[in-house]
């Protein structure tokens, strides 16, 4: 059974940052692409930020390519998301999980809220 925790969210004013952290287990983490997914109130969970399984290679949403940056320890089991120039539309609820997604796993997320 894989756990996800991730941690790190919080209170920012805009143009703050925070770093999360995801720390994964009862996986292969190391051979997966790992991601960082986002829920804000009433709307859908989108994927923001993946990593493929040595960290080599990263892609972002448009929406926060060049403020956020993706990195992950594989002798840990553990992924990072570093969140910069951090604005209210950022606002969510963060979750890390595979790409493509573990459906019956998700962890319990970080909040996230930007102040303006």
């Known amino acids: 059974q894989v756990q996800l925790v991730e941690s790190g969210g919080g209170l920012v004013q805009a143009g703050g940052s925070l770093r999360l952290s995801c720390a994964v287990s009862?996986?292969?983490?190391?051979?997966?692409?790992m991601g960082w997914y986002r829920q804000a109130a009433g709307k859908q969970r989108e994927l923001v930020a993946t990593s493929t399984s040595a960290g080599t290679t990263t892609n972002y949403a448009d929406s926060v390519k060049g403020r956020f940056t993706i990195s992950r320890d594989n002798a840990k089991n553990t992924v990072y998301l570093q969140m910069d120039s951090l604005k209210p539309e950022d606002t969510a609820v963060y979750y890390c999980?595979?790409?493509?997604?573990?459906?019956?796993?998700w962890g319990q997320g970080t909040q996230v809220t930007v102040s303006s």
């Open positions: 009862g996986s292969a983490f190391s051979v997966n692409t």
């Open positions: 999980n595979r790409v493509p997604q573990w459906n019956h796993y």
